[in-house]
Protein backbone atom coordinates (compact mmCIF):
# COMPACT_ATOMS: atom_id res chain seq x y z
CA UNK A 1 0.00 0.00 0.00
CA UNK A 2 1.12 3.30 -0.40
CA UNK A 3 2.39 5.12 2.68
CA UNK A 4 2.45 8.90 2.92
CA UNK A 5 4.01 9.81 6.29
CA UNK A 6 4.13 13.06 7.86
CA UNK A 7 6.44 14.04 10.63
CA UNK A 8 4.62 15.37 13.27
CA UNK A 9 0.91 14.45 14.23
CA UNK A 10 0.94 17.45 16.44
CA UNK A 11 2.22 20.68 16.51
CA UNK A 12 2.72 23.58 19.08
CA UNK A 13 4.51 27.05 17.74
CA UNK A 14 4.62 30.74 18.83
CA UNK A 15 3.75 33.49 16.63
CA UNK A 16 6.88 34.83 14.51
CA UNK A 17 8.25 31.40 13.98
CA UNK A 18 9.42 29.55 11.25
CA UNK A 19 7.84 26.27 10.76
CA UNK A 20 8.64 22.61 8.67
CA UNK A 21 6.00 20.21 8.37
CA UNK A 22 8.04 17.52 6.54
CA UNK A 23 6.07 14.85 4.14
CA UNK A 24 7.77 11.94 2.58
CA UNK A 25 6.13 9.28 0.02
CA UNK A 26 7.09 5.62 -0.42
CA UNK A 27 5.51 4.91 -4.07
CA UNK A 28 7.64 6.70 -6.30
CA UNK A 29 4.60 9.58 -7.00
CA UNK A 30 5.14 12.32 -8.91
CA UNK A 31 2.49 14.32 -7.46
CA UNK A 32 2.33 15.77 -3.61
CA UNK A 33 0.30 18.26 -2.31
CA UNK A 34 -0.48 20.17 0.53
CA UNK A 35 -3.94 21.12 1.94
CA UNK A 36 -4.67 22.79 4.93
CA UNK A 37 -8.34 21.66 6.60
CA UNK A 38 -10.51 24.03 8.94
CA UNK A 39 -13.82 22.86 10.08
CA UNK A 40 -16.67 24.41 7.37
CA UNK A 41 -14.04 25.00 4.80
CA UNK A 42 -13.03 21.69 3.52
CA UNK A 43 -10.18 20.97 2.00
CA UNK A 44 -7.84 23.90 0.59
CA UNK A 45 -5.02 23.87 -1.86
CA UNK A 46 -1.87 25.70 -1.02
CA UNK A 47 1.03 24.35 -2.93
CA UNK A 48 1.39 21.53 -5.08
CA UNK A 49 4.81 20.03 -6.92
CA UNK A 50 4.68 17.89 -10.68
CA UNK A 51 8.33 16.78 -10.10
CA UNK A 52 11.23 17.81 -8.19
CA UNK A 53 12.11 21.49 -7.59
CA UNK A 54 8.96 22.10 -9.51
CA UNK A 55 6.19 23.83 -7.30
CA UNK A 56 3.36 25.44 -8.09
CA UNK A 57 0.77 28.06 -5.73
CA UNK A 58 -2.51 26.29 -5.39
CA UNK A 59 -5.88 28.56 -4.15
CA UNK A 60 -4.35 29.88 -0.57
CA UNK A 61 -0.52 30.58 -1.00
CA UNK A 62 -0.24 33.35 0.98
CA UNK A 63 2.05 33.02 3.84
CA UNK A 64 3.81 29.48 3.01
CA UNK A 65 6.25 28.58 0.48
CA UNK A 66 7.51 24.78 -0.04
CA UNK A 67 10.49 22.64 -0.90
CA UNK A 68 10.60 19.92 -3.42
CA UNK A 69 14.62 18.61 -3.11
CA UNK A 70 14.01 15.16 -3.88
CA UNK A 71 10.52 13.08 -5.14
CA UNK A 72 9.91 11.61 -2.30
CA UNK A 73 9.88 14.72 -0.61
CA UNK A 74 7.43 17.85 0.03
CA UNK A 75 8.12 20.10 2.98
CA UNK A 76 5.71 23.25 3.94
CA UNK A 77 7.30 25.82 5.55
CA UNK A 78 5.72 28.82 7.52
CA UNK A 79 8.31 31.47 7.21
CA UNK A 80 6.41 33.43 10.50
CA UNK A 81 3.75 31.57 11.62
CA UNK A 82 0.35 33.46 12.88
CA UNK A 83 -2.03 32.47 14.85
CA UNK A 84 -4.82 32.43 11.27
CA UNK A 85 -2.50 29.51 10.18
CA UNK A 86 -3.83 27.50 13.34
CA UNK A 87 -5.07 24.30 11.18
CA UNK A 88 -4.90 20.76 10.05
CA UNK A 89 -2.10 20.23 7.38
CA UNK A 90 -2.94 17.47 5.12
CA UNK A 91 0.09 16.34 2.19
CA UNK A 92 -0.83 14.32 0.01
CA UNK A 93 0.56 12.29 -3.56
CA UNK A 94 -0.61 11.01 -6.83
CA UNK A 95 0.63 9.37 -9.30
CA UNK A 96 1.02 11.42 -12.83
CA UNK A 97 -1.25 9.26 -14.82
CA UNK A 98 -3.73 8.75 -11.91
CA UNK A 99 -6.39 11.05 -10.28
CA UNK A 100 -6.31 9.00 -6.95
CA UNK A 101 -4.69 10.44 -4.24
CA UNK A 102 -3.56 9.13 -1.40
CA UNK A 103 -3.23 11.17 2.10
CA UNK A 104 -0.94 11.27 4.97
CA UNK A 105 -2.66 11.14 8.74
CA UNK A 106 -2.26 15.00 8.90
CA UNK A 107 -0.39 17.55 11.37
CA UNK A 108 -2.36 19.34 13.90
CA UNK A 109 -0.77 22.69 13.97
CA UNK A 110 -1.69 25.19 16.98
CA UNK A 111 0.51 29.08 16.55
CA UNK A 112 0.31 30.65 20.03
CA UNK B 1 -15.07 31.94 -8.64
CA UNK B 2 -14.64 27.94 -8.10
CA UNK B 3 -16.73 26.01 -5.72
CA UNK B 4 -18.64 22.50 -5.16
CA UNK B 5 -21.61 22.74 -2.98
CA UNK B 6 -22.87 19.94 -1.27
CA UNK B 7 -25.11 19.19 1.44
CA UNK B 8 -23.47 20.16 4.96
CA UNK B 9 -25.23 17.06 6.94
CA UNK B 10 -26.93 13.97 6.23
CA UNK B 11 -28.47 11.05 8.25
CA UNK B 12 -30.13 8.08 7.94
CA UNK B 13 -30.68 4.88 9.32
CA UNK B 14 -28.71 1.00 9.31
CA UNK B 15 -29.90 -0.54 5.76
CA UNK B 16 -31.15 2.51 4.04
CA UNK B 17 -29.95 4.32 0.84
CA UNK B 18 -28.08 7.58 0.71
CA UNK B 19 -27.15 9.99 -1.89
CA UNK B 20 -24.96 13.21 -1.47
CA UNK B 21 -25.16 15.57 -4.05
CA UNK B 22 -22.17 17.98 -5.37
CA UNK B 23 -22.62 20.67 -7.85
CA UNK B 24 -19.48 22.00 -9.16
CA UNK B 25 -18.18 25.34 -10.94
CA UNK B 26 -15.01 25.10 -12.13
CA UNK B 27 -13.08 26.12 -14.86
CA UNK B 28 -10.99 23.07 -16.41
CA UNK B 29 -13.14 20.75 -15.03
CA UNK B 30 -12.49 16.96 -16.07
CA UNK B 31 -13.46 14.99 -13.57
CA UNK B 32 -15.10 14.47 -10.08
CA UNK B 33 -14.14 12.39 -7.21
CA UNK B 34 -15.22 11.49 -4.09
CA UNK B 35 -13.51 11.22 -0.97
CA UNK B 36 -14.17 9.40 2.53
CA UNK B 37 -12.96 10.46 5.71
CA UNK B 38 -13.45 9.38 9.44
CA UNK B 39 -12.97 11.34 12.58
CA UNK B 40 -9.40 11.50 13.00
CA UNK B 41 -8.26 10.07 10.21
CA UNK B 42 -7.00 11.10 6.46
CA UNK B 43 -9.30 11.23 3.52
CA UNK B 44 -9.18 8.05 1.84
CA UNK B 45 -10.71 7.66 -1.58
CA UNK B 46 -13.54 6.62 -2.80
CA UNK B 47 -14.60 6.86 -6.91
CA UNK B 48 -14.16 8.96 -9.97
CA UNK B 49 -15.66 9.54 -12.41
CA UNK B 50 -14.09 11.01 -15.91
CA UNK B 51 -17.19 10.63 -18.23
CA UNK B 52 -20.61 11.24 -17.48
CA UNK B 53 -22.67 8.09 -16.14
CA UNK B 54 -22.69 5.91 -13.04
CA UNK B 55 -19.67 4.47 -11.91
CA UNK B 56 -20.50 1.37 -9.11
CA UNK B 57 -17.77 0.22 -6.65
CA UNK B 58 -19.61 -2.75 -4.23
CA UNK B 59 -22.10 -0.58 -1.88
CA UNK B 60 -20.86 2.33 -3.02
CA UNK B 61 -21.51 4.23 -6.29
CA UNK B 62 -21.21 7.42 -8.17
CA UNK B 63 -22.74 9.49 -11.06
CA UNK B 64 -21.89 12.54 -13.03
CA UNK B 65 -23.56 14.57 -15.33
CA UNK B 66 -21.11 17.50 -17.42
CA UNK B 67 -24.12 18.98 -18.74
CA UNK B 68 -25.58 19.99 -15.57
CA UNK B 69 -22.26 20.14 -13.55
CA UNK B 70 -23.47 17.94 -11.27
CA UNK B 71 -22.71 14.67 -9.44
CA UNK B 72 -23.18 12.59 -6.68
CA UNK B 73 -22.73 9.63 -4.29
CA UNK B 74 -24.78 7.03 -3.89
CA UNK B 75 -24.44 4.82 -0.68
CA UNK B 76 -26.32 1.51 -0.24
CA UNK B 77 -27.25 -0.98 2.58
CA UNK B 78 -25.79 1.76 5.39
CA UNK B 79 -24.15 0.44 7.86
CA UNK B 80 -22.87 2.45 11.00
CA UNK B 81 -19.35 2.37 9.67
CA UNK B 82 -20.58 4.45 6.93
CA UNK B 83 -20.53 7.68 9.42
CA UNK B 84 -17.97 9.95 8.20
CA UNK B 85 -17.59 13.04 6.34
CA UNK B 86 -17.57 12.68 2.60
CA UNK B 87 -15.77 15.24 0.13
CA UNK B 88 -16.24 15.67 -3.53
CA UNK B 89 -13.59 17.12 -5.62
CA UNK B 90 -13.18 18.59 -8.97
CA UNK B 91 -10.53 18.00 -10.98
CA UNK B 92 -9.23 21.09 -12.91
CA UNK B 93 -6.89 21.54 -15.77
CA UNK B 94 -3.39 22.62 -14.82
CA UNK B 95 -4.05 22.60 -11.34
CA UNK B 96 -4.90 20.44 -8.05
CA UNK B 97 -7.94 19.22 -6.83
CA UNK B 98 -10.65 21.85 -5.32
CA UNK B 99 -12.52 19.51 -2.56
CA UNK B 100 -16.43 20.92 -1.47
CA UNK B 101 -16.99 21.88 2.20
CA UNK B 102 -17.71 18.09 3.31
CA UNK B 103 -21.24 16.26 3.88
CA UNK B 104 -21.05 14.84 7.75
CA UNK B 105 -23.21 11.51 7.43
CA UNK B 106 -24.44 9.81 10.16
CA UNK B 107 -25.69 6.47 10.19
CA UNK B 108 -27.94 5.24 13.41
CA UNK B 109 -29.66 2.08 14.36
Known amino acids: DVKVTQSSRYLVKRTGEKVFLECVQDMDHENMFWYRQDPGLGLRLIYFSYDVKMKEKGDIPEGYSVSREKKERFSLILESASTNQTSMYLC???????????FGSGTQLSVL | GQSLEQPSEVTAVEGAIVQINCTYQTSGFYGLSWYQQHDGGAPTFLSYNALDGLEETGRFSSFLSRSDSYGYLLLQELQMKDSASYFC??????????FGKGTTLSVSS
Open chain 2, 89 to 98: AAGRAGTALI
Open chain 1, 92 to 102: ASSSATNEKLF
